[in-house]
């Protein structure tokens, strides 16, 4: 157990549709990570939080953003869902907030768009 | 642009048959070469991370080591509960996060 917690584990919708999805840190970590994984692509870098504030963009698309809230945990909000968004999306958290590090995944939130 | 390319993207080895997993590198300015296990459904989970060329860590029957373009994951004489994705990561100047390679795929048979 990484002690990062990702909800919900699995989530089918619609095309079009909106979903949020929800990641706490593990304890005492100030840094968030999102990240896409995906057959074709493996595992793509999304965003990064630290201590509440933006600290890096990856390969996120517009329709896609994230948040960090007082209380660390993070959010991921995706909009206007197409197929090609079906995937994994995990969080990961680590200690540091500036320098590359060690991190901490959690189990992910299995995304499906039909 | 930080590059990583991992191989092979598969590998079948019979139980006890030692092997090496490639990851190929080109960043500027490496802040540490990062190896990650993932287990099918879950989130990868740290193994090493190496600095400097010439460095190795081990771990059980893994055995990471790092040349200045490349670092190899040693695995020796496997076993079935080895299988899993191995994905590595180069730790770059350029950025924050890390950019993993796509993984290396490994299946041990008894």
């Known amino acids: 157990d990484s002690g990062v917690t990702q909800t919900p584990k699995h989530l089918i919708t619609a095309t079009g549709q909106r979903v949020t999805l929800r990641c706490s840190p593990r304890s005492g970590d100030l840094s968030v990570y999102w990240y896409q994984q995906s057959l074709d692509q493996g595992l793509q870098f999304l965003i990064q939080?630290?201590?509440?504030?933006?600290?890096a963009k990856g390969n996120i698309l517009e329709r896609f953003s994230a948040q960090q809230f007082p209380d660390l945990h993070s959010e991921l909000n995706l909009s206007s869902l197409e197929l090609g968004d079906s995937a994994l999306y995990f969080c990961?958290?680590?200690?540091?907030?500036?320098?590359?590090?060690?991190?901490?995944f959690g189990e992910g939130s299995r995304l499906t768009v039909l | 642009e930080d590059q990583v390319t991992q191989s092979p993207e598969a590998l079948r080895l019979q139980e006890g048959e030692s092997s090496s997993l490639n990851c190929s590198y080109t960043v500027s300015g490496l802040r540490g070469l990062f190896w990650y296990r993932q287990d099918p459904g879950k989130g990868p989970e740290f193994l090493f991370t190496?600095?400097?060329a010439g460095e190795e860590k081990e771990k059980e029957r893994l055995k990471a080591t790092l040349t200045k373009k490349e670092s190899f994951l040693h695995i020796t004489a496997p076993k079935p509960e080895d299988s899993a994705t191995y994905l590595c990561?180069?730790?770059?100047?350029?950025?924050?996060?890390?950019?993993f390679g796509k993984g290396t795929s490994l299946l041990v048979t008894p």
């Open positions: 990561a180069p730790g770059s100047n350029s950025g924050y996060a890390l950019n």
């Open positions: 990961a958290s680590s200690p540091s907030g500036g320098a590359v590090g060690e991190l901490f």
């Open positions: 939080y630290y201590n509440g504030e933006e600290r």
């Open positions: 190496l600095y400097s």
